[in-house]
């Protein structure tokens, strides 16, 4: 991450060195671990609030860090938060106290002392949408604007490919292959993986590529409509999800709830698990896994009545 950077996530004028830290921080993660520019950004947030808890200038207080301080704060940062958020904190957290000791910040490691959040894998089912609500998601997009189109195209990507946010907001014009029909897609991890366009999503590209997209020497395919035109960030494709769940009158949803809607479908389809964890670009079938439960009108024939309730 580049000095420059600092304003954008509110670090100008921190003072104490914590600009210089977090900025080697970030570097850090993108050139020895290889993380995503979104997940960069995210544990550089995280990281930030940890070292504004701390108390003097955070170089001293890093040194003089210990296990007692590090629970303390979690302890503190998870009161009434819920456990997405106290997740993220758990692992941007440990990623930083692992930066510190690698770099000679801190004599000791301190990463194990971080206190794991308590959840419990296939606990909850993945909350999608009904075919008809996408209908209305999509229907609720003027195609007669700029906006609209460019909208229309990126919750078609979401709801026909089970595209992440941020790896549809990522997506460069020379990631689209017309003639193969392909578009390559760069996930977690950095991989890059070709998945088929399907027509209605590839119609809805085009229509905004050909009509709508502004000229500028940006190379991403969604971008602002005003100048400067800017590539649109994660957070922006989220906001396009508000708008047209309000638009659709629903309640305000994530862009996830899209890919939990494909994988839905492709069950209810006929489609296995394993094709599933393809088109999601699952890395472990454990992450797939939790689709296996989706269909409870499927599942429950095999439920079994309690014993001794006659119902």
């Not at 106290?86 to 004599?107: C, D, E, N, Q, Y």
């Not at 990126?154 to 089970?162: C, D, F, Y």
Request: glycine share 10%; with cysteine.
């Amino acid at each position: 991450m580049e000095m420059g950077e600092d304003a954008r996530f509110g670090l100008a004028g921190d003072g104490d060195g914590a600009v210089a830290l977090l900025a080697e921080f970030s570097t850090w993660l993108s050139r020895e671990r290889g993380l995503s520019p979104v997940t960069v950004r995210c544990y550089f947030k995280q990281s930030r609030a940890f070292l504004a808890a701390l108390p003097g200038a955070p170089g001293a207080a890093v040194r003089e860090l210990d296990a007692g301080q590090v629970i303390a704060f979690m302890v503190d940062y998870c009161r009434d938060r819920n456990s997405w958020s106290a997740k993220a904190m758990v692992t941007s957290l440990r990623a930083f106290l692992r930066f510190a000791h690698a770099t000679g910040r801190m004599p000791a490691p301190l990463a194990g002392a971080v206190p794991a959040v308590a959840g419990w894998r296939l606990a909850a089912l993945p909350r999608g949408l009904s075919a008809a609500e996408i209908g209305r998601l999509l229907a609720g997009c003027d195609r007669e604007t700029v906006v609209g189109r460019r909208d229309y195209a990126v919750l078609s990507l979401l709801a026909r490919l089970g595209l992440r946010g941020a790896e549809a907001a990522g997506l460069r014009l020379g990631d689209i292959d017309w003639r193969a029909g392909e578009v390559a897609v760069c996930g977690k991890g950095s991989r890059v993986e070709r998945l088929p366009l399907p027509a209605p999503a590839g119609e809805a590209l085009a229509a905004w590529l050909a009509d709508g997209r502004p000229r500028c020497e940006s190379r991403a395919v969604f971008v602002t409509v005003r100048r400067p035109y800017r590539q649109l960030t994660p957070e922006a494709v989220r906001q396009i999800m508000g708008r047209a769940c309000d638009r659709a009158g629903l309640e305000r949803r994530g862009a996830h709830r899209l890919r939990h809607a494909l994988a839905t479908e492709m069950l209810r389809a006929g489609a296995s698990l394993p094709e599933v964890g393809q088109v999601l670009r699952h890395r472990s079938q454990l992450s797939t896994s939790v689709y296996a439960k989706v269909d409870q009108n499927a599942l429950r024939p095999m439920v079994r009545p309690w014993p001794g309730d006659a119902a």
